[in-house]
Nanobody, 127 residues
Framework: QLQLVESGGGSVQAGGSLRLSCAASGFTYYMGWFRQAPGRERDAREG??????????VYADSVKGRFTISQDSAKNTVYLQMNNLKPEDTAMYYC?????????????????????WGQGTQVTVSS
């Protein structure tokens, strides 16, 4: 059973930066970051960014130019550098991973293509 451990969340003012980390207990084909805003627990988690084992990345339009996903394959760890944060980025951020096949099966930002999930880390951005 693959385990994912996230870290790096916190509270910042608008315009600030945070870096999230997610360490996987084993090999993954691709990993992604998702978020769920307060009061939207009944909605699907929003895909933020994802990266596959070849380094191919995909981003949600809402974070392009502000967030960067990267990975250290030797450590089975993925990072999400978040710059110029906005209040609307406030959410619980979840790391996700899949080991079923190489390459994104649904584009990388669909929660249905991920089997394993972390416990989440809170990001709060104040105006």
């Amino acid at each position: 059973q693959l385990q994912l451990v996230e870290s790096g969340g916190g509270s910042v003012q608008a315009g600030g930066s945070l870096r999230l980390s997610c360490a996987a207990s084993g090999f993954t084909y691709y990993m992604g970051w998702f978020r769920q805003a307060p009061g939207r627990e009944r909605d699907a988690r929003e895909g933020v960014a994802a990266i596959d084992s070849d380094g191919i990345t995909v981003y949600a339009d809402s974070v392009k130019g502000r967030f960067t996903i990267s990975q250290d394959s030797a450590k089975n760890t993925v990072y999400l550098q978040m710059n110029n944060l906005k209040p609307e980025d406030t959410a619980m951020y979840y790391c996700a991973a899949d080991v079923g096949s190489p390459g994104f099966t649904l584009g990388g930002l669909n929660e249905e293509e991920y089997m394993y999930w972390g416990q989440g880390t809170q990001v709060t951005v104040s105006s």
